[in-house]
């Protein structure tokens, strides 16, 4: 049986990492919580819980968080690692539909809300955002995934390893599709349905989206020539 | 130019020029970050000094002034040094974001055996 590993970065969180932690417990997974320097009660929630969790002394983006995660499942040997958030956006029972997609010879797997187009669909600014995405990665790289900001994914242990030593730390998801497919990793899509976040507002609003659009385009125009000439 | 003007030049270039390199020699500054601003003293000396060299470079190169010319050259240099702020900076972040993680891997493993 392979070891699977759930990575939960959680940057003020306190009201959802419970229920996020609890929805993973019926599932034969381990799972590790970032706890990327929050303001809140986010650690404490965890202490008293007693959830398996790493804590960052402060708030260092998702990036750094999320990869301190795989570093993690590659000290720890894992087989495969997923992606969730902590904030109840992400529904536990595909987690596995993307173990089994794994397990075909996929090397990631991510999870699309728009294959099927069910349920939460984002905000509308959002939406233009991740077309634009989409526009850039048919320019630069020839394809692109029908999600690309989704933060649900899975990826085997050579992505594991990979992911261990470069991470992208801005707006990670974006990047880390454009310069995997680039590597050469064998990238797919499944459909899932997502929740409307629960509490909290989301990481990326307002004057930011038009922010990360700019950044998101040069940072996947950069990423296009650093990996482009490893090939 | 006036002798008394070029005099008050001089010795401002070479007040930045000691005050860049009295940071040196009480290692307040590393030698690496201090280069470009003793590129910078020195080549302001050299211009107070000899202010024909700005005339010859800037008719040379088709400036209307030769005030002109010395704004260029001061503020070229600048900018190199923001720019390597910059790189400084993001070479900084690379290091925080690993030490933060390796510190807090192993704060969590420590943790862990503590429990068992």
Same mark, same amino acid.
């Given at each position: 049986?392979?070891?699977?590993?759930?990575?939960?970065?959680?940057?003020?969180?306190?009201?959802?990492?419970?229920?996020?932690?609890?929805?993973?417990? #019926?599932?034969?997974?381990?799972?590790?919580?970032?706890?990327?320097?929050?303001?809140?009660?986010?650690? &404490?929630?965890?202490?008293?819980? +007693?959830?398996?969790? %790493?804590?960052?002394?402060?708030?260092?983006?998702?990036?750094?968080?999320?990869?301190?995660?795989?570093?993690?499942?590659?000290?720890?040997? /894992?087989?495969?690692? %997923?992606? /969730? +958030?902590?904030?109840?956006?992400?529904? &536990?029972? /595909?987690?596995?539909?993307?173990?089994?997609?794994?397990?075909?010879?996929?090397?990631?797997?991510?999870?699309? !809300?728009?294959?099927?187009?069910?349920?939460?669909?984002?905000?509308?600014?959002?939406? *233009?955002?991740?077309?634009?995405?989409? %526009?850039?990665?048919?320019?630069?790289?020839? #394809?692109?995934?029908?999600?690309?900001? &989704?933060?649900?994914?899975?990826?085997?242990? #050579?992505? %594991?390893?990979?992911?261990?030593?470069?991470?992208?730390?801005?707006?990670?998801? &974006?990047?880390?599709?454009?310069?995997?497919?680039?590597?050469?990793?064998?990238?797919?899509?499944?459909?899932? *349905?997502?929740?409307?976040? #629960?509490?909290?507002?989301?990481?990326?609003?307002?004057?930011?989206?038009?922010?990360?659009?700019?950044? *998101?385009?040069?940072?996947?125009?950069?990423?296009? *020539?650093?990996?482009?000439? !490893?090939? | 130019? =006036?002798?008394?003007?070029? @005099?008050?030049?001089?010795?401002?270039?070479?007040?930045?020029?000691?005050?860049?390199?009295?940071?040196?020699?009480?290692?307040?500054?590393?030698?690496?970050?201090?280069?470009?601003?003793?590129?910078?003293?020195?080549?302001?000396? @050299?211009?107070?000094?000899?202010?024909?060299?700005?005339?010859?470079?800037?008719?040379?190169?088709?400036?209307?002034?030769?005030?002109?010319?010395?704004?260029?050259?001061?503020? =070229?240099?600048?900018?190199?040094?923001?720019?390597?702020?910059?790189?400084?900076?993001?070479?900084?972040?690379?290091?925080?974001?690993?030490?933060?993680? =390796?510190? =807090?891997?192993?704060?969590?493993?420590?943790?862990?055996?503590?429990?068992?």
């Amino acid at each position: 049986m392979e070891k699977v590993l759930i990575i939960i970065p959680a940057y003020n969180e306190e009201k959802n990492i419970k229920k996020t932690i609890d929805s993973l417990k #019926k599932l034969d997974v381990d799972y590790v919580v970032i706890n990327d320097g929050s303001s809140d009660n986010t650690l &404490s929630v965890l202490k008293k819980m +007693d959830a398996n969790y %790493i804590n960052l002394p402060f708030n260092m983006g998702i990036g750094c968080a999320v990869q301190t995660g795989y570093k993690y499942a590659y000290l720890n040997d /894992y087989d495969i690692a %997923i992606q /969730y +958030d902590g904030d109840g956006q992400h529904n &536990s029972n /595909y987690i596995k539909d993307l173990v089994n997609k794994i397990n075909e010879g996929h090397d990631m797997v991510i999870g699309s !809300r728009y294959l099927e187009k069910k349920g939460f669909q984002s905000s509308f600014m959002r939406r *233009v955002g991740i077309k634009w995405i989409k %526009i850039i990665n048919k320019i630069l790289i020839g #394809k692109t995934t029908t999600d690309p900001t &989704s933060g649900f994914r899975a990826c085997n242990k #050579k992505v %594991i390893k990979f992911f261990a030593e470069n991470y992208p730390y801005d707006y990670p998801e &974006s990047e880390t599709y454009v310069i995997t497919s680039l590597i050469g990793f064998d990238i797919v899509d499944i459909p899932v *349905v997502m929740n409307e976040r #629960k509490e909290g507002k989301s990481s990326i609003s307002g004057i930011k989206s038009a922010y990360f659009m700019i950044k *998101v385009t040069i940072s996947l125009i950069f990423n296009r *020539v650093i990996y482009g000439r !490893r090939k | 130019m =006036a002798l008394n003007l070029r @005099l008050f030049l001089i010795i401002a270039s070479i007040v930045l020029f000691l005050i860049v390199s009295y940071n040196v020699v009480k290692n307040k500054l590393l030698v690496k970050y201090s280069l470009l601003w003793i590129l910078l003293s020195l080549i302001l000396i @050299l211009l107070s000094t000899f202010p024909k060299l700005s005339f010859i470079f800037s008719n040379f190169l088709g400036f209307e002034k030769t005030s002109n010319f010395i704004f260029l050259v001061i503020m =070229a240099i600048i900018i190199l040094i923001c720019l390597s702020y910059s790189i400084t900076l993001s070479n900084m972040n690379k290091k925080l974001i690993k030490i933060v993680q =390796a510190m =807090a891997i192993e704060e969590k493993e420590s943790r862990s055996k503590n429990e068992n």
